[in-house]
Antibody, heavy 118, light 108 residues
Framework: EVQLVESGGGLVKPGGSLRLSCAAA????????MNWVRQAPGQGLEWVSF????????YYADSVKGRFTISRDNAKNSLHLQMNTLRAEDTAVYYC???????????WGQGTLVTVSS | EIVMTQSPATLSVSPGERATLSCRAS??????VAWYQQKPGQAPRLLIY???TRATGIPARFSGSGSETVFSLTISSLQSEDFAVYYC??????????FGPGTKVDIK
């Protein structure tokens, strides 16, 4: 069974930083592209970032480009999102999501809440 | 950027009835659409990909159709566990993989 478990969320002040992690199990992590998707409170879903299985092809949503950095450690079956210069509008539940093979998301973690507030 | 719209925003349906949800793309996206179900406090779950292929473990009462710019998700006979929010997502133009705003299916 595929398991994705996010961690690292919390309360941070505007301008601050946070690093999210996603621990993967139940599948061959190094063979799969991965994503971060977020959901602001009471709102819809927003794709944030993509990384291919090798860690060489990376994309970001315009809303986070230059502030967020996605990375992965295939030896440790883990995905990360370094978030810098955080803004109030970054407040959301952040989900780790596995790519289903063609840029849709076939497995999701339970999410971790990031709150940016003074 | 492709804009995805969904209608209606809310659909009130009685258990056992059929529900049809619509999703439109601002330009042609072939069949590169996925549908997700999200219940309160839970992560989204993949239902359909490639417009009409059911994901693993998804009951046959869920079906998807459409191509180019118009897509639909049909739930043939609503069960109590189907009351949720449903999102469509395009992946023909990547990045970004844009989602629709969602349709909430609630109990009539």
């Amino acid at each position: 069974e595929v398991q994705l478990v996010e961690s690292g969320g919390g309360l941070v002040k505007p301008g601050g930083s946070l690093r999210l992690s996603c621990a993967a199990a139940g599948f061959t992590f190094r063979n799969h592209n991965m994503n971060w998707v977020r959901q602001a409170p009471g709102q819809g879903l927003e794709w944030v970032s993509f990384i291919d299985s090798y860690g060489s092809q990376i994309y970001y949503a315009d809303s986070v480009k230059g502030r967020f950095t996605i990375s992965r450690d295939n030896a440790k079956n883990s995905l990360h999102l370094q978030m810098n210069t955080l803004r109030a509008e970054d407040t959301a539940v952040y989900y780790c999501a596995r790519d289903g093979g063609n840029y849709y998301f076939d497995s999701w973690g339970q999410g971790t809440l990031v709150t940016v507030s003074s | 950027e492709i804009v995805m719209t969904q209608s209606p925003a809310t659909l009130s349906v009685s258990p056992g009835e059929r529900a049809t949800l619509s999703c439109r793309a601002s330009q042609s996206i072939a069949s590169n659409v996925a549908w997700y179900q999200q219940k309160p406090g839970q992560a989204p779950r993949l239902l359909i990909y490639d417009a009409s292929t059911r994901a693993t473990g998804i009951p046959a009462r869920f079906s998807g159709s459409g191509s180019e710019t118009v897509f639909s998700l049909t739930i043939s006979s609503l069960q109590s566990e189907d009351f949720a929010v449903y999102y469509c997502q395009q992946y023909n133009y990547w990045p970004p993989g844009t989602f629709g705003p969602g349709t909430k299916v609630d109990i009539k």
